[in-house]
Every structure is written in C-alpha cells, then in structure tokens.
C-alpha cells in the first residue's frame, strides 16, 4: 500500500466503509425480507451492535462523574 496525503486518506476510509456500510445494509436487508411479515406495519426496526464489543471495553457517558470514573478504573 502506498503512502496517501491525509485527505487523500480520508477518502480512501470513508469509501471503504461506505462499501462495509452497503454490505452490512443487504444483509440485514435480506434478513428482514424474510423475518418480516408482509401484511404488517413496522414502525421501528432497532440494531445492537453490542455483541460485537469485548465485556473488557467500558462505555463511558459524558454524564457520569469524572472522578467516580477514575476510582472504578482503579
């Protein structure tokens, strides 16, 4: 792979996950098509992309106390 200038790079990423993005979308596409009943209405259709993420990997919340944080972590 070759060196890219920063925007050069950017593209780059965000093409490559645009193509991610449109492969991910088939598949759940495909997937409702065939879950979903046809005479039903659906309102919302909700994913959780949180299998994905370690237990060891913490979410942190701009609302939660800054040094409660820290005396977890420790």
Request: charged share 25%.
């Amino acid at each position: 792979m070759r060196d890219y200038k920063i925007h050069e790079l950017k593209t780059v990423l965000i093409e490559q996950a645009i193509k991610i993005l449109m492969k991910l979308l088939m598949c759940f596409g495909g997937y409702l098509c065939i879950r979903l009943e046809n005479d039903q209405l659906y309102r919302t259709i909700g994913i959780s992309f949180g299998k994905f993420i370690p237990n060891k990997i913490k979410q942190l919340s701009l609302f939660d106390d800054p040094l409660k944080i820290k005396t977890e972590i420790i």
